[in-house]
């Protein structure tokens, strides 16, 4: 099965975020298929950038969002200009 998660970069205490498609038996920090964005909690506001429509492509080949990526990711496309 394939998940849409987060993968951790940074330093020590300054995280910040990959979304990246990966298998679900991976570990966190492995392996993955595509990286589709990033986060960062660590300004304020915290940044969302996240590729929507390679988002919504794997999610229609069958992948499942974690909890944290779902949420993120209704947020980022709240904030996304609509398109006339």
């Given amino acids: 099965m394939v998940r849409i998660r987060l993968t ?8 910040s975020y990959r ?3 990966s298998d679900k ?7 993955c298929l595509e ?5 960062n909690p660590m300004v304020e506001p915290p940044v969302v ?7 919504d492509f794997w999610i229609k080949q069958g992948a499942q969002p974690s909890e944290t990526v779902a949420n993120l990711l209704k947020r980022a496309r709240l904030a996304a200009p609509v398109e006339a």
Wanted: net charge positive.
């Fill in 8 to 15: 951790r970069t940074g330093a020590k205490k300054k995280p």
């Fill in 19 to 21: 979304f990246v498609v």
């Fill in 25 to 31: 038996r991976s570990p966190r920090d492995g392996r």
């Fill in 35 to 39: 990286y589709i964005g990033h986060y």
């Fill in 49 to 55: 950038v996240v590729d929507l429509a390679r988002a």
